[in-house]
């Protein structure tokens, strides 16, 4: 994607391929900085503290983390400890998990001497890989819109709700809820986007907000409860959200509030689709609800808020609670996959089900390049 008019992607390799740097989102939408990681302990730390998050960019930049640990120490014992810094970091998305799968049997196989070239180049070829996912994802989404508005019968502006940022900024490139709206203004279609700020970090308002008007694309933020008063009066024509991680059956795990959107949508009639990757669907579990791992995150991070003051032109963290309440924060809620209309992936749409997914994945696992 595009900024100021410059491509870019979220991560990218810099000194000749042995290290990579990121764009620090911890600080958008106030400041656009980037920042280096040249070890296994900054990779980590950015994806813990969400310098970079949405799981296809976590996955990626894992891949990256694990070449960069092999770089410190290419042994096996190297090699297992990078693994284990790297799952330690966010349990919920799949992606994480997946990428670590797919580049650690490979190089150890190797000499200990060959294994971190191998592993950044893996590396490389799996950011390639989820650009091209994603675009996919955007080409059958616009479809999705494209019937919707014809069933719709005019030409009047397309609402679509948004919960969380599933743009770019949570991939390589593209983003997997946010590629069909890209794709779908960039065709010419009248698309408006109701955008959840998505309490507690704010991902919608900071994020998503800052790529859509980037893009150009018309939106505006909503508190996260004011969706389900837009449904009852006609004002969302569809709802997309992403995922970090859909077991077998099509329960979808994405950010909190999440459940609360689709059983609006359900009671409204309006259609609530799920768009993701392959890497994303975890094949081991049926259960979504009893087995996901649900991340509990800081409890600072509900009871105070960063923002930009203006006068002084710094970022600052204010505290909304009285002092010494108590908080949690559960970071992810799971949608049944009852209540959702359909999933988008790179290889077409399916309705949320185990059939559903082994129609457009019949080996029931991901394979590379079988997009």
Same mark, same amino acid.
Not at 11 to 18: C, F, Y
Not at 193 to 197: H, L, P
Not at 246 to 252: I, N, P
């Given at each position: 994607m595009?900024?100021d008019g410059?491509?870019?992607r979220t !991560? ?7 290290a990579?740097?990121i ?6 939408? =106030?400041r ?10 900054a990779?980590?730390? &950015?994806?813990?503290?969400m310098?970079?998050? /949405? ?7 894992a891949?990256?983390?694990l070449?960069?640990g092999l770089?410190e120490?290419p042994?096996d014992?190297?090699l297992?400890?990078?693994r284990?810094?790297?799952l ?17 049997? &490979?190089v150890?196989?190797?000499? @200990? ?15 390639? @890989?989820?650009v ?5 994802i /955007?080409?059958h989404g616009l ?5 919707l ?15 969380c940022?599933a ?21 010419g279609?009248?698309?408006h ?5 998505t ?5 919608? &308002? ?7 008007a ?7 933020v909503?508190?996260d409860?004011?969706g389900?008063?837009?449904?009852? =009066? ?9 995922t970090?991680r ?7 795990c994405?950010?909190? /509030?999440?459940?609360l959107?689709? !059983? ?7 259609p ?12 081991? !579990? ?19 808020i960063q923002?930009?003051?203006e ?9 909304l609670?009285?002092?010494g309440?108590? &908080?949690?924060n ?9 209540l959702?209309t359909g999933?988008?992936?790179?290889? /077409?749409?399916? @309705? ?9 994945y ?9 997009a």
């Open positions: 595009k900024i410059t491509p870019w !991560l990218w390799p810099i000194d000749d391929g042995r990579v740097a764009i620090d989102q911890t600080l958008l939408p =106030h656009f900085e980037t920042r280096e990681l040249h070890s296994l302990e990779a980590a730390e &950015a994806i813990a503290t310098r970079v998050r /949405g799981a296809p960019l976590i996955g990626a930049t891949a990256y983390g070449a960069l770089r120490d042994s014992a190297g297992r400890r990078a284990e810094r790297l330690a970091t966010r349990p919920t998305a799949s992606n994480l998990a997946w990428a670590l799968r797919r580049i650690i049997p &490979a150890q196989a190797l000499p @200990e001497a060959q294994r971190f070239d191998a592993a950044f180049a893996r590396a490389g070829a799996l950011c390639d @890989e989820d091209a996912i994603n675009e996919a /955007g080409d479809g999705v819109i494209r019937d508005l014809a069933a719709r019968g005019d030409d009047g502006p397309f609402h679509i709700l948004t919960h940022n743009g770019w900024l949570a991939t390589v490139d593209w983003g997997t809820a946010l590629a069909p709206i890209y794709k779908a203004f960039d065709a279609i009248d698309v986007v109701w955008v959840d700020e309490r507690p970090r704010n991902q919608g &308002a900071a994020l998503t907000a800052w790529e859509l980037a893009h150009g694309v018309p939106h505006d909503i508190v409860n004011a389900g008063h837009l449904m009852q =009066h006609g004002q969302v024509d569809l709802v997309i959200t992403g970090d859909t077991v077998r059956s099509g329960d979808v994405n950010k909190i /509030g999440t459940y959107k689709a !059983l609006a949508a359900r009671d409204n009639g309006v609530f689709y799920v768009a993701l990757p392959g890497p994303t669907i975890d094949w081991a !579990l049926a259960d979504g609800v009893r087995d996901i791992p649900i991340e509990e995150r800081d409890p600072r991070e509900v009871t105070h923002g930009l003051d006068d002084g032109g710094v970022l600052r963290e204010v505290r609670t009285p002092p309440v108590s &908080a949690r559960f970071a992810f809620d799971v949608t049944p996959a009852r959702v999933l988008i992936t790179e290889r /077409g749409v399916c @309705e949320a089900s185990e059939a559903g997914l082994l129609g457009l019949p080996d029931g696992a991901f394979e590379a390049g079988a």
